[in-house]
């Protein structure tokens, strides 16, 4: 009986479609290859499988399998576009991320070279403090190459004068006005005084000369920034009550160009 099963199992699967026929002695292996009207695998397979899938998600009937054609554009310049105004397309330069801008540093600057010309009173919506900074270290430097590293005190008076006129301006005036524009202002209306410091370099500032320039420099931010403090503000009547301290606080620089501070103490 067990036999029997065998042979009936052994039967079958010699016997079974899904099995191939034994191979024949001598003669040599052959391998499937399927003729230009079928399809390349299977020769039973369905019609709705035979397509090939296009780049695009649809699907074709027969032919070779189209390519995909998508590439990574590359942006004209290099990595260094990024640092500059126009930076990759769709994407914000990277300085302009950081607060830099060098069209509104440079649009302010000519507004503080220029005090007769009329100020806009929406030019501090955009405050920041990169022009500000730059000047107050180019200050710093310039006065340190001229034997006199006044950094602490520029930095100190800067602060505490910052601070006293925000006070002060915030009393004074009925909207009111944030830190942030009033460091700005002051800030970038320390140019004329970097010209002195430069100058410093090369002349001796601790004479009649030095004592001229540090009062039109300071005559000059004084006016620069009062005016810049009134048209924002809308208080054109109060203008020399605002140049008052602003000036107080621009003749501390000034008398850092001209003397130095720290000598005497160094000395001893």
């Keep these: 009986m067990w036999q029997d099963a065998t042979n009936q199992y052994g039967a079958s699967s010699s016997q079974s479609p899904y099995y191939g026929q034994p191979p024949q002695q001598g003669v040599p292996l052959q391998f499937y290859a ?32 189209p390519a995909f054609a998508g590439n990574i554009q590359q942006q004209p310049g290099g990595w260094w576009t990024a640092f500059g105004t126009g ?17 509104h540093i440079r649009a302010k600057s000519m507004t503080v070279l220029n005090p007769l010309r009329r100020v806009d009173e929406r030019i501090m919506d955009d405050a920041d403090l990169a022009g ?52 700005s202002v002051l800030g970038y209306c320390l140019l004329p005084m970097v010209g002195v410091g430069a100058i410093s370099v090369v002349v001796t500032l601790d004479g009649i000369l030095g004592y001229v320039l540090s009062l039109l420099s300071i005559i000059w931010c004084t ?31 000034g008398l850092l160009s001209v003397f130095n501070v720290g000598a005497g103490s160094s000395a001893r």
């Design 34 to 65: 399927p003729g230009p009207d079928q399809p390349q695998f299977y020769p039973g397979s369905r019609s709705s499988l035979e397509g090939n899938m296009g780049p695009q998600g649809s699907i074709g009937q027969g032919g070779p399998a």
């Design 87 to 103: 930076g990759f397309e769709g994407e914000p330069p990277l300085l302009e991320e950081l607060g830099i801008n060098f069209s």
């Design 132 to 183: 500000p900074l730059l000047f107050f270290f180019c200050f710093g430097v310039l006065l340190l190459l001229s034997g006199k590293p006044q950094f602490g005190y520029i930095y100190g008076f800067g602060l505490l004068g910052s601070i006293s006129i925000y006070t002060l301006l915030n009393l004074m005036s009925e909207n009111g006005i944030d830190a942030y524009r009033v460091v």
């Design 223 to 253: 006016f620069s920034a009062s005016g810049i403090f009134v048209a924002v503000l809308r208080m054109s009547d109060q203008r020399l009550l605002v140049a008052y301290p602003v000036a107080l606080l621009y003749g501390c620089f």
